[in-house]
C-alpha cells in the first residue's frame, strides 16, 4: 500500500544526544515537511523540502536539522540544541508544494526525553 | 497575516446527536480553508476543503462545513455522531494562492462520543 511510514513510533531519549527520526513515502510526491504537535497546540512546521537535495526553514526549525538525499527519505535529527524536544513529531507528503491543502500524514513519532 | 481560532478545545456529544465543532478565520486575502481528523496517536487524514467554489463543502464520513465570510467561520458539522468520529478536529487555513507549507493549524478541537 502507498502510504509514509515513520520510525520508530516510541523513543525516548537522554538529555545531550542526538535523535534521528526516519519518514519514508512511496506516493513518488516531490514535496516532504516535518510538523512538531504539543498537546492543545495544533501543529507547527519544522522543515519542509521541494525537491531532493534542497530543504528550507519552517517555523521552528531551531535545534532540528533534516537532509533529503533520495525522494522517498527525509529524516529529521532533533539535536541536543533544542531545548524541549519532547513531543510528537509528524512527517507529510504531497505532490508538490503549490496550494491544495491535502497533506498526506505518517503515524507519528513520540520523543520522550528523560 | 493569517490565524485560525477553534472556539471550543473539546466538545462532547451522546451517539446520534448531532455535531457542531465551530472554527474562525482571519486572512488578509481569499482564504482557503480545511478540515482535518486525528484519531488517537495517528496522522492527520484530511476531511474537506473550501477554495472558494461551494460554500458549503461536503467531505467524507458525512461532515460538511460551511463558508461564511460575512462571520469569517467555517463550522463543521454532521447531522448524526458514531462512535467511530471520536477524534481530534483540526481547522487549517491558508491565503489562496498560497503553499502547502503556509497552511495554519488551530489548536485543535477534541470530539467525545458518549454512548
Known amino acids: 500500500d502507498g502510504g509514509i511510514t515513520q520510525s520508530p513510533k516510541y523513543l525516548f531519549r537522554k538529555e545531550g544526544q542526538n535523535v534521528t527520526l526516519s519518514c519514508e513515502q512511496n506516493?513518488?510526491?516531490?514535496?516532504m515537511y516535518w510538523y512538531r504537535q504539543d498537546p492543545g497546540q495544533g501543529l507547527r512546521l519544522i522543515y519542509y523540502?521541494?525537491?531532493?537535495?534542497?530543504?528550507q526553514k519552517g517555523d521552528i526549525a531551531e535545534g532540528y536539522s533534516v537532509s533529503r538525499e533520495k525522494k522517498e527519505s527525509f529524516p529529521l535529527t532533533v539535536t541536543s540544541a533544542q531545548k524541549n524536544p519532547t513531543a510528537f513529531y509528524l512527517c507529510a507528503s504531497s505532490p508538490w508544494t503549490g496550494l491544495t491543502g491535502e497533506l498526506f500524514f505518517g503515524e507519528g513519532s513520540r520523543l520522550t526525553v528523560l | 497575516a493569517q490565524s485560525v481560532t477553534q472556539l471550543d478545545s473539546h466538545v462532547s456529544v451522546s451517539e446520534g446527536t448531532p455535531v457542531l465543532l465551530r472554527c474562525n478565520y482571519s486572512?488578509?486575502?481569499?482564504?482557503?480553508l480545511f478540515w482535518y481528523v486525528q484519531h488517537p496517536n495517528k496522522g492527520l487524514q484530511l476531511l474537506l476543503k473550501?477554495?472558494?467554489?461551494?460554500?458549503l463543502v461536503k467531505g467524507i464520513n458525512g461532515f460538511e462545513a460551511e463558508f461564511k465570510k460575512s462571520e469569517t467561520s467555517f463550522h463543521l458539522t454532521k447531522p448524526s455522531a458514531h462512535m467511530s468520529d471520536a477524534a481530534e478536529y483540526f481547522c487549517?487555513?491558508?491565503?489562496?494562492?498560497?503553499?502547502?507549507?503556509?497552511?495554519?493549524f488551530g489548536k485543535g478541537t477534541l470530539l467525545t462520543v458518549n454512548p
Open positions: 523540502s521541494q525537491i531532493v537535495n534542497d530543504f
Open positions: 486572512s488578509s486575502y481569499s482564504p482557503s
Open positions: 473550501y477554495t472558494s467554489a461551494a460554500t
Open positions: 487549517v487555513v491558508s491565503d489562496q494562492g498560497s503553499s502547502n507549507y503556509k497552511l495554519t
Open positions: 506516493l513518488n510526491h516531490d514535496a
